[in-house]
């Protein structure tokens, strides 16, 4: 029976390459120099530290850029409020990976909604949809596509 896994991953390398780019630009950039710019990155989390709101801004704005140049959805970045503390100010970026529990069962609804002959299931941080045609699982794929959900998808293990 056809199937295939809908997943939320993002790859961690080519975080940490977005984040390497936007270091060294940052070290480059004239309206950066003297300042306390900077990025940290920890497991899933990146750490802006920079010396007003406004710097911090600026340095997202890097950030984004360099992680839509390596094919990184901007849904995958969840921000924090910024903190700002004595003379800066501090914003934590984390990075989401899995499908959480209640969007998983959101996704679900949406599937049994549709009225395909099709199976959808959880399997911890990822679902699996089966169904008897290839076309019905097609038609999965385009609807979740198309559908506007705030997070970033992706569809692997497709079998036949």
Do not use: C, W
Request: aromatic content about 6%; hydrophobic content about 40%.
């Amino acid at each position: 029976m056809p199937s295939f896994d809908i997943v939320s991953e993002v790859n961690m390398q080519e975080i940490t390459n977005a984040v390497d780019q936007a270091k060294r630009e940052i070290s480059t950039r004239f309206d950066f120099k003297n300042t306390s710019a900077k990025f940290e990155q920890s497991e899933s989390d990146i750490t802006l530290h920079g010396d007003s709101e406004f710097q911090i801004k600026q340095m997202l704005d890097i950030l984004y850029a360099k992680l839509t140049k390596r094919s990184i959805s901007l849904k995958a970045v969840s921000l924090e409020k910024p903190e700002v503390f004595g003379k800066g100010t501090r914003q934590v970026a984390k990075i989401q990976q899995g499908i959480e529990t209640d969007m998983a069962k959101k996704l679900v609804k949406m599937i049994k909604d549709k009225k395909l002959k099709v199976q959808a299931a959880i399997q911890g941080e990822q679902l699996r949809v089966t169904g008897k045609k290839r076309d019905l699982l097609q038609e999965v794929i385009q609807m979740m596509k198309e559908a506007d959900l705030e997070i970033a998808l992706q569809f692997t293990n497709f079998r036949d």
